[in-house]
Nanobody
Framework: QVQLLESGGGLVQAGGSLRLSCTAS????????MAWFRQTPGKEREFVAG????????YYADFVKGRSTISRDNAKNTMSLQMNSLKPEDTAVYYC??????????????????WGQGTQVTVSS
């Protein structure tokens, strides 16, 4: 069992930055590939960025590529998403997710085993 807790969301102006964090419970954090997803009302939850178990490889959706950096610290059971040059269309609830069965993080939400409760990011124009 893994419990995930996101933090770091908030209100920011367009062009600003936010750093989201995800803290995991348990001793087997490095057995899980991790990812960030986001969701807006009426839309499907979509993949934002993912990172392998070791942190050696990262993956990004095209809409955040070049503006965001995902990282993890397995010693501290944490994962982060640094988001820069934020746009109003980045407004969403951001979720962290963990999957054990895959070394690389899948982009499909159905494959994930555990989810956090989400943190709201609002970007004003």
């Amino acid at each position: 069992q893994v419990q995930l807790l996101e933090s770091g969301g908030g209100l920011v102006q367009a062009g600003g930055s936010l750093r989201l964090s995800c803290t995991a419970s348990g001793r087997t954090f490095n057995n899980y590939a991790m990812a960030w997803f986001r969701q807006t009302p009426g839309k499907e939850r979509e993949f934002v960025a993912g990172i392998t178990r070791s942190g050696g490889s990262t993956y990004y959706a095209d809409f955040v590529k070049g503006r965001s950096t995902i990282s993890r610290d397995n010693a501290k059971n944490t994962m982060s998403l640094q988001m820069n040059s934020l746009k109003p269309e980045d407004t969403a609830v951001y979720y962290c997710a963990a999957v054990r069965a895959f070394a690389a993080p899948p982009s499909t939400r159905e494959r994930y085993d555990y989810w956090g409760q989400g943190t709201q990011v609002t970007v004003s124009s």
